[in-house]
């Protein structure tokens, strides 16, 4: 069995780089997989499934096709694309996955999330994120028109970056007290996760017991993929441009 888990690529008309590197990925490497996994901030922004713009569709009919080969796709949200509902996966040919979720990889228990979560010493985001994902706010903002949800998408993310130049680094990354109490309370001892755009494996201890975080590459100027076989756990970046 072959998995591949990739996290924050972002996927924009603006970036073609990542765009391009995506498509390269899904009709190669991808296909050598059994599933393929998403962990979030897929896209730079969604605003619903009411609104995909044709770019956004393309991107749905890649992974149809990868599906059609076979591979099964799962994704998650993130915290820019929360709002992403089955009407992309049904398009998409994938499973939309709750966060957190327990998996079986290489025969073992695993916890996947997108991250941002276990991000708690940033209590003004951990607020925000209570009232974004609030099943009400979610069906108001839903119902907005168009042009409002695009509005107020635009006004988030310019703030997001603003507050984010402004936060410690500590702040904006994972708290490292959060993560054994949440492994321990799915009886894990590998998480896996992205957000933080800073790929590593961390060591620690669960319960007395060792374990691992495995925190996901952001494609940006480069790509990341984890991928998880007979040999083990691997992450390895690439190049966006293809020879």
Same mark, same amino acid.
């Given at each position: 069995?072959?998995? *591949? $888990?990739?996290?924050?690529?972002? %996927?924009?008309? !603006?970036?073609?780089?990542?765009? =391009?590197?995506?498509?390269?990925?899904?009709?190669?490497?991808?296909?050598?997989?059994?599933?393929?996994?998403?962990?979030?901030?897929?896209?730079?922004?969604?605003?619903?499934?009411?609104?995909?713009?044709?770019?956004?569709?393309?991107?749905?009919?890649?992974?149809?096709?990868?599906?059609?080969?076979?591979?099964?796709?799962?994704?998650?949200?993130?915290?820019?694309?929360?709002?992403?509902?089955?009407?992309?996966?049904?398009?998409?040919?994938?499973?939309?996955?709750?966060?957190?979720?327990?998996?079986?990889?290489?025969?073992?228990?695993? *916890? $996947?999330?997108?991250?941002?979560? %276990?991000?708690? !010493?940033?209590?003004?985001?951990? =607020?925000?994120?209570?009232?974004?994902?609030?099943?009400?706010?979610?069906?108001?903002?839903?119902?907005?028109?168009?042009?409002?949800?695009?509005?107020?998408?635009?006004?988030?993310?310019?703030?997001?970056?603003?507050?984010?130049?402004?936060?410690?680094?500590?702040?904006?990354?994972?708290?490292?007290?959060?993560?054994?109490?949440?492994?321990?309370?799915?009886?894990?001892?590998?998480?896996?996760?992205?957000?933080?755009?800073?790929?590593?494996?961390?060591?620690?201890?669960?319960?007395?017991?060792?374990?691992?975080?495995?925190?996901?590459?952001?494609?940006?100027?480069?790509?990341?993929?984890?991928?998880?076989?007979?040999?083990?756990?691997?992450?390895?970046?690439?190049?966006?441009?293809?020879?």
């Amino acid at each position: 069995m072959i998995n *591949l $888990l990739i996290s924050d690529l972002h %996927l924009e008309e !603006q970036r073609p780089d990542i765009t =391009r590197a995506f498509l390269h990925f899904l009709a190669g490497r991808a296909r050598t997989a059994d599933a393929l996994y998403i962990l979030g901030d897929f896209f730079e922004a969604w605003i619903g499934d009411d609104a995909m713009s044709p770019f956004q569709r393309s991107i749905a009919q890649a992974l149809r096709d990868l599906s059609g080969h076979g591979v099964r796709i799962y994704l998650m949200h993130g915290n820019r694309d929360f709002m992403l509902g089955q009407g992309f996966c049904r398009l998409a040919g994938c499973t939309l996955l709750n966060d957190p979720c327990l998996v079986e990889l290489n025969g073992e228990r695993v *916890l $996947l999330m997108h991250g941002d979560s %276990l991000c708690t !010493q940033d209590a003004a985001y951990m =607020r925000l994120r209570r009232i974004l994902r609030n099943p009400l706010t979610l069906w108001m903002l839903r119902h907005l028109p168009l042009t409002t949800r695009h509005k107020l998408a635009r006004k988030l993310r310019k703030e997001s970056r603003a507050q984010t130049q402004m936060k410690a680094s500590e702040i904006t990354d994972v708290n490292p007290e959060e993560v054994p109490s949440v492994m321990a309370a799915h009886g894990v001892r590998t998480l896996i996760h992205g957000h933080t755009h800073r790929p590593a494996t961390h060591q620690l201890h669960v319960d007395g017991e060792p374990a691992r975080r495995i925190v996901l590459g952001d494609w940006d100027k480069q790509g990341w993929a984890l991928q998880v076989d007979e040999h083990g756990f691997q992450q390895a970046p690439f190049a966006l441009t293809q020879d």
